[in-house]
């Protein structure tokens, strides 16, 4: 009673905290989410949970097993973790449920009678158990399929086991030694050991024998003394990122002429495979730090994803280059040679890539063992690769804690790839008979299988910039074979992309960029078959796709192919980055036009400016007509879907006659609200003509790992006066865009706008707690609002708005006479 009543309680929904595991309760759930949530909001002393679950948790009907080829029609068992305040206190609560259990017309004793609304809603409250530490890791779903794949051939397995992290480091020391023993007997070995107190983690690298694997596919996850230890948190399978070579033929070679030199500090930093360093796109343009010596042992042959990924942020699409970057790019190589598969490249097998990124990024920095940092100079950092299992459910990743800590640490911008997953397409057979019927099941079938392509990690990080891929490239009009179909639109995500929502149901991927163009083989289906699988065509001879560097053969050292993915979009979007890092930095050209001077603010600012220019465009429409979506859920699901949509490069950082952008940046603390007045173009009063207002709000977001929540505290703006703007919200649900960490609105309409000469539209930036009290803390962020109109309205928006931000400046710097 004195627990609940004094609110030394917290529920979470599925980011389970790092605590002291005595005091977590697991709540199953008898019904949805949301049928717990209204049980506690009507009982007196205990409606204060409510705050700790999200907004807008899902009902169990929406989340079902998953795997890598099936969809099973059962639903995942939904629970809730309660963290206690003390031991006795969960420990009572555990045993005043037994007893309700016995007997449902017990008599609660004085004060606890309230529990039993919040009982009627359970299956059971319980410790933490072995069934928990594997839940939504996708550890059986990888192990059966593997299984069914080797058979008795099958070998030893790697997983990742996290520990509930102590903050004493003695505890920590002996909760390992603990487990090393049970391994031990087990039969299994320690590969890897990592401890990152910054984000709260404790993990192992673990090799275990396959009869382990039998056995908990056999008899469930309590048969294996492992999981049944107290220790550990969670299992989950290791599966490091791999990546084929592409079929090409080597007669496709071309040279290509040599760009200008480069000069200066390098501002991207590229964590890939190690590139062909002495293609002749890539030659002299590379700052390689190769502290493992990879290189020694990397054939270059092998070398494929690096260099296509140094290909696309130097020149861009080869089918059509841009100017290529001026500055270097540094590169750290954290994959190698696949041990079996020729050709093939893979992230190191011996080491958790948590730590790997960790230590990479701190080289490059901060610098480590007493030696001067690699590359402080860079402020954007590409991750093109990720985890591959482990799609994102309800629990943060590791790799996303990590990535959003470093984000805010060296005040760095991380451009992630959303992921893709390349299982084939499962369509109606009789929908083979042409393409557009099979575009239009393949897209049904893409958005029904949605919750298998989560969000692959880190692109769950809500600190990093997420992308994914649409069907576009330069490579033109490609003459198809009868046996190849092109059934994506032109422009629209691609099928195959990972798809939102990310943590706490906020909004991923935050937008999408051309991820080259991929094709998909005609089925072949026999007369009895019900269904078809479409797989992908092989064009990385012929086309489509992005156009990019790769390893030659004898010698040759101007090979190209064509590749396509969300990796190719995030490259191109880190390109497009660097771009609006020189925008900033640049020189004022005159005094009107001023670059925003603090640096200080720059990655948080370009992050903003990115999704600034991101819109749904037709995409919206489009899909809701295609998958005859509800009318009162297409929004939401069209979010999840689309993020904040594809990036306009036509529109990033630059202005019109007919358009402004305005930008800003400040610190803010918790409770403080920083107000701009943005100015009206008079041109626009009282006009009924189309309009629109944009604004975006990206900030550095703090994160904790020892409380309910993840995201430590929330920046935010209200929607802006309709009666100011003439407009309604559009495009991204309303609810979503608050629970990142960057809001993008758009409001637009035909509205008259009513206001006077020199009034001003103000947006009130806002900092509150949400996992933690911020204190002292000062979070970073930057603001983006454009105003523009069709340029039959009005072609002096932008040189109206100028005219009066000079005026407002002027009445600031103007001195004040004391009287």
């Given at each position: ?12 929904d ?37 705050e ?32 206690m305040?003390?031991?006795?206190a ?27 609304a919040?009982f009627?809603?359970?299956r ?6 072995a069934a928990d ?11 059966r ?51 990152i ?33 107290d220790?550990?948190m ?11 070579p ?34 002749d ?26 260099s ?15 100017q290529?970057?001026?500055?270097p ?9 696949h041990?079996f598969?020729?050709?093939?490249e ?29 590359a402080p ?20 990743s590791?790799?996303?804690?990590l ?18 997953h ?38 769950d ?15 033109g009009?490609i ?52 269904t ?7 064009t ?9 560097a ?40 005159d ?28 995409w ?34 630059t ?8 930008v ?20 626009l ?19 904790v790992?020892?409380l ?20 309604s ?32 539209l103000?947006?009130?930036v806002?900092?509150?707690d ?11 962020y ?7 109109t069709?340029v039959?309205t ?16 002027r ?9």
């Amino acid at each position: 009673m004195d627990a609940f009543d004094h609110e030394r309680a917290r529920l979470s929904d599925g980011q389970v905290d790092e605590v002291d595991p005595e005091l977590v309760l697991v709540f199953d759930l008898a019904g949805s989410v949301k049928d717990f949530r209204n049980a506690i909001d009507r009982v007196e002393g205990l409606e204060f949970l409510s705050e700790f679950l999200d907004e807008d948790t899902e009902p169990d009907d929406d989340f079902h097993m998953l795997s890598r080829q099936h969809r099973t029609t059962s639903t995942v068992q939904h629970s809730l973790y309660l963290v206690m305040s003390n031991a006795v206190a969960a420990s009572q609560l555990v045993s005043l449920f037994k007893q309700w259990q016995t007997s449902q017309s017990m008599t609660f004793g004085w004060g606890l009678g309230k529990f039993r609304a919040v009982f009627e809603q359970l299956r059971a409250v319980r410790r933490w158990s072995a069934a928990d530490r594997i839940r939504d890791t996708g550890l059986v779903e990888v192990w059966r399929e593997r299984l069914e794949l080797a058979g008795q051939s099958a070998s030893p397995v790697l997983v990742e086991i996290e520990l509930w992290y102590r903050r004493d480091p003695e505890q920590r020391a002996a909760a390992e030694a603990h487990l090393e023993e049970v391994i031990r007997t087990a039969g299994g070995h320690i590969k890897d050991r990592v401890q990152i107190h910054e984000i709260v983690y404790h993990a192992l690298l673990v090799e275990l024998p396959v009869q382990q694997v039998r056995a908990v596919l056999r008899d469930g996850a309590q048969a294996v003394e492992l999981l049944t230890t107290d220790e550990i948190m969670f299992v989950s399978p290791f599966t490091p990122m791999s990546v084929a070579p592409p079929t090409f033929d080597p007669l496709a070679a071309q040279k290509l002429p040599a760009g200008p030199c480069v000069s200066g500090l390098p501002r991207i930093a590229l964590l890939d495979g190690l590139p062909f360093v002495n293609h002749d796109v890539l030659a002299g343009r590379l700052i390689v730090d190769d502290p493992e010596g990879l290189g020694e042992n990397y054939p270059v042959s092998s070398r494929y994803h690096g260099s296509a990924m140094a290909s696309l942020i130097i020149h861009g699409d080869l089918s059509a280059p841009g100017q290529p970057l001026d500055r270097p790019l540094h590169v750290r190589p954290i994959m190698r040679p696949h041990e079996f598969l020729p050709g093939h490249e893979q992230v190191d097998t011996d080491k958790l890539l948590t730590d790997l990124l960790h230590r990479a990024v701190r080289r490059m920095v901060e610098g480590e063992a007493g030696r001067e940092p690699t590359a402080p100079s860079v402020r954007i950092v590409n991750l093109s690769i990720g985890a591959e299992s482990r799609a994102l459910v309800r629990r943060m990743s590791p790799l996303g804690r990590l990535l959003d800590w470093l984000a805010v640490q060296y005040n760095l911008l991380f451009i992630v790839s959303a992921g893709n997953h390349r299982s084939p397409i499962v369509i109606p057979a009789q929908a083979t008979s042409d393409p557009d019927t099979a575009r239009s099941e393949a897209l049904k079938a893409a958005r029904h299988t949605s919750r298998l392509r989560g969000i692959l990690p880190p692109g769950d990080a809500i600190n990093a910039l997420t992308v994914g891929a649409t069907h576009d490239d330069a490579a033109g009009t490609i003459d198809l074979p009868d046996t190849v179909w092109d059934i994506t639109e032109s422009q629209m995500p691609v099928l195959y992309g990972a798809v939102g929502p990310g943590i706490g149901r906020s909004i991923k991927p935050d937008l999408h960029h051309a991820g080259g163009r991929a094709l998909y083989l005609r089925p072949v289906v026999s007369p009895d078959a019900k269904t078809a699988e479409l797989g992908f065509a092989h064009t990385a001879t012929t086309g489509p796709g992005h156009r990019v560097a790769a390893p030659g053969r004898a010698g040759v050292t101007g090979t190209t192919v064509f590749t396509y993915g969300t990796s190719n979009a995030t490259a191109l979007v880190s390109r497009e980055a660097s771009r609006v890092f020189d925008i900033l930095e640049a020189g004022a050209n005159d005094a009107a036009d001023i670059p925003f001077p603090d640096a200080l603010f720059h990655p948080v600012l370009v992050k903003a400016l990115l999704v600034h220019a991101s819109s749904w465009g037709r995409w919206g429409e489009r899909l809701k007509q295609a998958l005859n979506l509800d009318p009162q859920r297409a929004r939401r699901e069209l979010t999840a879907l689309l993020g904040y949509g594809a990036l306009d490069v036509t529109r990033l950082s630059t202005a019109a006659t007919n358009r402004a952008v305005l930008v800003a940046g400040g610190l803010i603390g918790r409770e403080e609200r920083h107000t701009y007045s943005i100015p009206l173009p008079i041109s626009l009063q009282s006009k009924a003509d189309w309009h629109r207002f944009t604004v975006t709000l990206a900030y550095m977001a703090p994160t904790v790992g020892q409380l309910t929540r993840y995201r430590g505290a929330r920046v935010f703006f209200d929607k802006p006066d309709e009666t100011v703007t003439g407009g309604s919200r559009a495009e991204a649900d309303y609810n979503a865009v608050r629970r990142g960490s960057c809001q993008h609105e758009i409001i637009e309409g035909s509205r008259a706008m009513v206001f006077g000469v020199n009034d001003t539209l103000p947006i009130h930036v806002e900092c509150m707690d949400d996992a933690q009290r911020l204190k002292d803390v000062k979070i970073k962020y930057g603001l983006v609002v454009s105003v523009e109109t069709a340029v039959e309205t009005s072609t002096t928006i932008h040189d109206e708005i100028r005219a009066q931000l000079q005026a407002q400046a002027r009445a600031q710097a103007r001195p004040r006479v004391q009287r």
